[in-house]
């Protein structure tokens, strides 16, 4: 059964930084998109972090140069660096999957985690 297990969110102040990490299990974790999504109360679910089976990797404008998705194969852990956090990042934060185009992204968000909450002050 394949499984995302969301951890590393918290509170923090603006400026600071936080990293979430993501424990996969139950499938071939290289062969998938995996990426980073957040949720704000009252907003659409939005991706921001995204990174192929390649590495390559891409970013919405609002957390470029601030935000970086890693991965860590050998621990089937995916991993979202986030600097220079701001008041607006604040947020439910999710670890997902696409395995629809081996590996490439594109097809669809088929596995989900249960969320991190990001909260950042001023």
């Known amino acids: 059964q394949v499984q995302l297990v969301e951890s590393g969110g918290g509170s923090v102040q603006a400026g600071g930084s936080l990293r979430l990490s993501c424990a996969v299990s139950g499938y071939t974790y290289s062969s998938y998109c995996m990426a980073w999504f957040r949720q704000a109360p009252g907003k659409e679910r939005e991706g921001v972090a995204f990174?192929?089976?390649?590495?390559?990797?891409g970013y919405p404008a609002s957390v470029k140069g601030r935000f970086i998705i890693s991965q860590d194969n050998a621990k089937n852990t995916l991993y979202l660096q986030m600097n220079n956090l701001k008041f607006e990042d604040t947020a439910m934060y999710y670890c997902a999957a696409d395995s629809r185009l081996g590996g490439r992204c594109g097809g669809g968000f088929d596995y989900w985690g249960q969320g991190t909450q990001v909260t950042v002050s001023t």
């Open positions: 990174i192929a089976n390649d590495g390559g990797t």
